[in-house]
């Protein structure tokens, strides 16, 4: 398995491991549906499918500790989404209670039990408040990447194979922004690409970002005059402190 400084997978081949991991958190014996967090399902069901993986994908040695961590953040992110869709398939506006969405549910896929939890969760008005919550700010987003599936990591290792050097900020954010056809997803997006990439543009320096599996930027570099503070979406706060190192030239 090909991991980068991160200890993430680089390259298609290494992202069967992710692909995997999202079986493993659809598995009613191995994944409980029944919690409202991540960090509240017990730690012994997170161990058991690191246990799996371990006997699937040859990890190397000196990165196991890191791909631990990584990979059981990202079996969370696929957990939630999990969660999402039968939400999204079992659940009705006009629903008043959690048998109800457990009367739509196939006891073959999915563990009634658990679901019924679930459906109480859904219910809870404390819990209602905050989904709507979260609905409204992603309501809000208006740049939107056009990754897919495809991690930051492997945009960013495929720049460094190409070029010799990680990509700056802004390089990542275009790659990461645009379809393969040169399109965007809405035009808000496209006014910030193209903004991004004229400034690129006059000064093609600006598209290297380092070496070694760490990502040089500055205050003042050109993602930071167009987006601010923004973080790119799609990376964690530890994630960018691990691939991002600030330029001290």
Known sequence: MDLNAMCHPMNLKSSKVRRFAGTLVRDRQLAPINFSDWRLVPQHFKDTMWDIIKSKFMVPHDK???????????????????????????????????????????????????????????????????SEKN?????????????????????????????????????????????KNGTHLNNETEKVVTEMEELLTHDPTSRLGGTGGTMTWAPDDIYSKIEGKNPLEGISLNELQKLLAPNQS
């Not at 457990?102 to 905050?130: G, H, M």
Request: proline share 2%; with cysteine.
């Open 64 to 130: 196991l500790e890191g791909f631990h961590s990584f990979i059981e953040r990202d079996m969370g992110k696929k957990w939630k989404d999990y969660k999402h869709e039968l939400k999204k398939t079992l659940l009705k506006a006009n629903d008043t209670s959690a048998a109800t969405v457990v009367a739509r549910a196939d006891p073959n896929k999915v563990n009634l039990s658990q679901l019924a939890d679930l459906a109480t969760i859904w219910f809870d008005e404390k819990w209602k408040a905050k």
């Open 135 to 179: 609905n409204e700010c992603r309501g809000k987003q208006k740049v939107v990447h056009s990754t897919g599936s495809k991690s930051y990591t492997r945009y960013a290792s495929e720049w460094e194979k190409k070029t010799g050097a990680l990509p700056s900020r802004a390089q990542l954010f275009v790659n990461t922004h645009k379809r």
